[in-house]
């Protein structure tokens, strides 16, 4: 079965239980400013757990795209990815545990005919300090579906010490293991955040051989178990039984119990090749032969080579699917993690001898693979191919003399002052030279690496308020106009394309603003005309303009937009038009990270022009926004010229 066959499957057989399929949301969350990229089937769904309805019922599921950024380093083994697709049903109040367990016996063992033998499954094992009983329930349901398939398998306590004994499939677990919410264990979730006991799945790939796994892994040691960090064991899926809130002191039941089931969609690709290699699934087939070659090396010929393929073929595929959610290779945020992909595969290319532009062709290949499931690649296809030749031309300009210049310097550690220069002149990630200087043993000294590109930032930051003042200077009255006209064109847009518009510049004359912004396709009459609704509207409702000192995490916390690019802790400034408050709700308008300055109401835009004579206010003053120009700069960015005429 490929792992496409094995996704129609899974969410047909969900159908078949009475759920809503949807598509997968976007890589960037919307409405969720607490994190940077979804990294997991439930986030999209979070509001559901909590009570509101859903609008196609209480049964969901779907094959969510997920990205965890924190990963990056860990991949090169055989099984850590950044990018993965993530199976998930959800019930909102509807089943419970009952129908949970025995839909994912049924599809793992009879569906995908995965051997019961090699299966092992975890519960919570109950804490009363935290008022959570035993999952019993989950635990005898497991036990008695093993035995309808003639496997007697016992439960087993403390596996973590005692180890696992002959014949025990089922492990309780406390809630280091079994628990689940967003932000990890008990202790660590805010007020408020949903989570609950789980029940997680587990696949051995080959009792025999596996054992050796541990042997000769660095946990040798201590004693092997479900959940041993050796990765015998493989996690394919995790059931958690949403059902609680963390309160002030302790945990509140939600209004209702809630399902939340997430698979790893590649790990079950595995399990039914029986290989514990996840590199090696049907999925990478095409890229894999890509890079093969473009290298002329082989896949699992030699490890370090292996290695090599992994990340490039890992990178690479996060990187086509990022760009083909709207984030382009930059220096801030989720761009930062495509430049840091993209550029990481580029060395990786290197090691393997590819010296010519290649990381296209991979990203052609998954789109390739992809297409059929995923229509966003095909339809932005040439925005992720020139993208990624974009970023790797710039980085291979500098890879060369960069690493050059880095031999020369790691003589010993290195200074955060040659890091910084690396940089400056090469482009090179803080991150890549930290790992150049641990293949070599060396320290990089990242405190005063951070100091030093806080205070270039400063100063540049300076520099740019000087220009902006200059730009304003005189009677800047209509520029301060367009200024805010630019946040209300901003938000505008995001309402009428999608939250994924990000802001790529800006430039404010006394005749216009001028506002450039990533979007991949020319937007229609019909758009345009939406976008300058919008505006009109909100200068006719005259709503009042607030500027806001607050701390950086309030800010992203409320939803601010924009381009900002300061530390966690640091006091921002942010302007507001509507009421104050947090994105979404019903008064506020935008919400923009921004130093000004900017208008008292929205209405002073209108002030300034003469009505029509022929219209029934007579010579009041009014303007409107009005689109001139809508146009290219470069692949995936628009700009608009815009005017208060
Ligand atoms: N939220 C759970 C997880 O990510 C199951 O979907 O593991």
């Keep these: 079965m490929t792992t496409n066959e094995i996704r129609t499957k899974f969410l047909e057989y969900m159908k078949d239980k009475g759920h809503a399929i949807v598509p997968s949301a976007s890589l960037v969350p919307e409405n969720d ?18 009570g509101e309805q859903h609008p196609l019922g209480k049964r969901v599921a779907d094959s969510q795209k997920c990205f965890r950024s924190q990963d990056i380093e860990e991949v090169g083994d055989n099984r850590h990815t950044t990018f993965f697709e993530m199976l998930g049903n959800w019930s909102f109040g509807d089943y419970f545990k009952e129908e949970q367990i025995k839909w994912m016996w049924d599809f793992l063992i009879d569906e995908l005919n995965l051997n019961p033998k090699n299966f092992y499954t975890t519960c919570f094992k109950g804490n009363n300090a935290l008022g959570i009983p035993r999952d019993t329930f989950s635990a005898d349901l497991w036990q008695k579906l093993f035995a309808e398939k003639g496997l007697d398998v016992t439960i087993g306590e403390n596996p973590e010490v005692d180890g696992m004994k002959e014949g025990q499939h089922i492990f309780y677990y406390d809630e280091s293991k079994n628990w689940w919410s967003r932000s990890g264990k008990p202790g660590g979730m805010p007020e408020g955040e949903p989570g609950g006991p789980d029940t997680e799945m587990f696949y051995d790939f080959d009792p025999d051989l596996s054992k050796q796994i541990h042997a000769k892994s660095k946990w040798s040691s201590e004693v092997c178990h479900v959940n041993c960090d050796c990765g015998r064991f493989m996690e394919i899926g995790n059931n958690v039984f949403m059902q609680y809130k963390k309160t002030a002191n302790g945990f509140a039941e939600l209004p209702q119990m809630n399902v939340d089931h997430g698979s790893g969609l590649e790990r079950y690709a595995a399990a039914l090749r029986n290989d514990p290699d996840m590199l090696a699934i049907d999925v990478f087939d095409e890229p894999r032969k890509t890079i093969e070659e473009l290298s002329g090396k082989n896949y699992g010929a030699n490890e370090d080579e292996t290695y090599a393929f992994r990340v490039i073929l890992d990178h690479l595929r996060a990187a086509t699917f990022l760009i083909g959610d709207g984030i382009l290779p930059g220096n801030k945020d989720q761009m ?19 010296n010519e532009s290649f990381t296209k062709r991979v990203a052609d290949s998954y789109i390739e693979t992809y297409k059929k499931e995923y229509k966003v690649l095909e339809e932005k296809k040439d925005l992720i191919l020139s993208e990624m030749e974009k970023e790797e031309s710039k980085f291979r300009l500098t890879l060369e003399k960069g690493i050059k210049e880095f031999e020369k310097i790691a003589t010993k550690d290195i200074s ?12 090179f990630p803080i991150e890549l030279t930290e790992e150049l200087a641990a293949e070599r043993g060396i320290k990089v000294d990242r405190s005063s690496f951070d100091e030093a590109k806080k205070k270039h930032a400063e100063e540049s930051r300076t520099a740019s308020a000087g220009k902006f003042k200059g730009g304003l200077g005189g009677d800047g009255e209509i520029e301060t106009k367009y200024h805010t006209a630019t946040h209300l064109l901003h938000e505008a847009l995001r309402q009428v394309l999608g939250e994924h518009v990000l802001q790529k510049g800006s430039n404010i004359t006394s005749e216009r603003l001028r506002f450039d912004f990533s979007f991949d396709r020319k937007m229609t009459d019909d758009e345009k005309k939406k976008v300058e609704d919008i505006i009109n509207d909100v200068i006719k409702q005259d709503l009042p303009v607030h500027r806001e000192e607050v701390t950086y995490e309030e800010a992203r916390e409320r939803g601010a937009i924009g381009v900002f690019d300061e530390k966690y802790g640091e006091k921002v400034s942010i302007y507001t038009v509507g009421e104050p408050g947090k994105r979404g709700t019903a008064k506020l308008f935008s919400m923009e990270f921004c130093g000004g300055p900017h208008v008292n109401s929205t209405g002073e835009l209108a002030v300034g022009g003469i009505h029509p004579p022929d219209s029934s206010q007579g010579d009041k003053p009014y303007r409107h926004f009005v689109i001139q120009k809508e146009e290219a700069v470069s692949a995936g960015v628009r700009r608009i010229k815009a005017v208060l005429e």
């Design 33 to 50: 400013p607490t994190t940077l990229f979804t990294g997991s089937g439930m986030q999209p769904m979070l509001r559901y757990f909590l």
């Design 336 to 354: 930062y993690y495509v430049r840091r992909l993209i550029r990481r595969a580029v060395r990786f290319g290197n090691k393997l001898g590819i």
């Design 416 to 427: 955060g002052i040659d890091a910084f220069n690396l940089l400056q002149s090469y482009g």
